[in-house]
Every structure is written in structure tokens, then in C-alpha cells.
T-cell receptor, first 114, second 112 residues
Framework: AQSVTQLGSHVSVSEGALVLLRCNYS??????LFWYVQYPNQGLQLLLKYTTGATLVKGINGFEAEFKKSETSFHLTKPSAHMSDAAEYFC????????????FGTGTKLQVIP | DAMVIQNPRYQVTQFGKPVTLSCSQTLNHNVMYWYQQKSSQAPKLLFHYYDKDFNNEADTPDNFQSRRPNTSFCFLDIRSPGLGDAAMYLC???????????FGPGTRLTVL
């Protein structure tokens, strides 16, 4: 079964500091990987996704993530945190070939300190 | 703008009183999903429709039903809500099963 592990349910960074949210997945086949952001009382918004090709994926709002097969990781980064980045972030995985549902991680709440 | 719309955004119901949540989409996507998200937890897939083909997750309680009368609309029916059903209910759509899912804003259900 596919799974996703997000390290750290809460992460705090200072405004202007690097944001690093960690995600590791389990896989025996090539994965599709996603990062979603959720603001309070709202649905999930897709930040970025990896399917095939370039391993460094750029998304909206200045976020990017790098697929590292050897480490089974897909960490989310942003060079400089902004107050508006405070939200909950979900990593998710599905698989190519046949139908596999998307499995979400348990989420990481990002706090940005002024 | 093409989008996924959920109504109402907030729903209050009484213990045991049936409730229906609504989702509509202007994306003309084939697949529509319903997720349940409890506080501080990941979204949990309840079921999905691929066109008219209904696919229930094995662990979805019988208390939860769904209808998709046409491509644009999908409904979540909770026949006898319990206190444990209080959650955010998220609707999502995708063009195909392997394509990116686009989420609506959610309906927060409170059970009194």
C-alpha cells in the first residue's frame, strides 16, 4: 500500500526565512507526488505536482519541491517565508498505471512569525 | 472561472436528522470525489464517481450515500448523522482518475 509521511505536524519559521516541509513516501512503482495547501475553513489548493520528467518542480506562490528517488523524498521549499504562507500543507501520492487513489499525509501546519 | 462549488459552506444538523451536501463543477470533469476531513487530520476518501460509475471505499460507513444526477452535480447524503460525523466535507473533481484533483472550498458540518 502506498503511504506518505510528513515529518513535523507543526513548523514555525520567521518571516523571510527558508521554509522546508518534509515529505517521504513509500513506493514500489514510480509515484505521482503532490503538495496541496489548505487555508482555514477552505478546500485544498494544488501548489505543485510531479509526474515524470524534471525532478525539480516549481509551483505557485514561490514554492518548489524536488523529487529524490534515492531518498524517497519530495520536500517542499520556499526561499523566503511570507506571512500569507501560514496554512496547512499536505503532501500526497498516487501512482501511474491503473487506478490508485490519492493518499494524503497527515499535514504540516506552518506558522510564520513576524 | 471554471471551478468546484460546494453548498452550503456551513451546515448544522441534529443528531439523526438526514442531511444533504451539494457539489457542482464547471470544469466538465469526469470524476467527482467526496472526502471527509476531521480536525487536524488528512482528508479521507469516502467514494468517487467516474462518470456514472460509483466507487465506494471499503471502509466508508453505510450511513454515507452519494448521487450524481448529471456531470455537473454530485450530492453527499448522510442518512443519520452522528456526533462523530462532524467534519469538513470536501468535494473534488478530476478529468480522469490519474489526473490532478481540484477541490471545492468544503462544507463544515456540525451535528448537535
Amino acid at each position: 500500500a502506498q503511504s506518505v509521511t510528513q515529518l513535523g505536524s507543526h513548523v514555525s519559521v520567521s518571516e523571510g526565512a527558508l521554509v522546508l516541509l518534509r515529505c517521504n513516501y513509500s513506493s514500489s512503482v514510480p509515484p505521482y507526488l503532490f503538495w496541496y495547501v489548505q487555508y482555514p475553513n477552505q478546500g485544498l489548493q494544488l501548489l505543485l505536482k510531479y509526474t515524470t520528467g524534471a525532478t525539480l518542480v516549481k509551483g505557485i506562490n514561490g514554492f518548489e519541491a524536488e523529487f529524490k528517488k534515492s531518498e524517497t523524498s519530495f520536500h517542499l521549499t520556499k526561499p523566503s517565508a511570507h506571512m500569507s504562507d501560514a496554512a496547512e500543507y499536505f503532501c500526497a501520492v498516487s501512482y501511474s498505471g491503473g487506478y490508485q487513489k490519492v493518499t494524503f499525509g497527515t499535514g504540516t501546519k506552518l506558522q510564520v512569525i513576524p | 472561472d471554471a471551478m468546484v462549488i460546494q453548498n452550503p459552506r456551513y451546515q448544522v444538523t441534529q443528531f439523526g436528522k438526514p442531511v444533504t451536501l451539494s457539489c457542482s463543477q464547471t470544469l466538465n470533469h469526469n470524476v467527482m470525489y467526496w472526502y471527509q476531513q476531521k480536525s487536524s487530520q488528512a482528508p479521507k476518501l469516502l467514494f468517487h464517481y467516474y462518470d456514472k460509475d460509483f466507487n465506494n471505499e471499503a471502509d466508508t460507513p453505510d450511513n454515507f450515500q452519494s448521487r450524481r444526477p448529471n456531470t455537473s452535480f454530485c450530492f453527499l447524503d448522510i442518512r443519520s448523522p452522528g456526533l462523530g460525523d462532524a467534519a469538513m466535507y470536501l468535494c473534488a473533481t478530476s478529468r480522469g482518475r490519474l489526473d490532478t484533483q481540484y477541490f471545492g472550498p468544503g462544507t463544515r458540518l456540525t451535528v448537535l
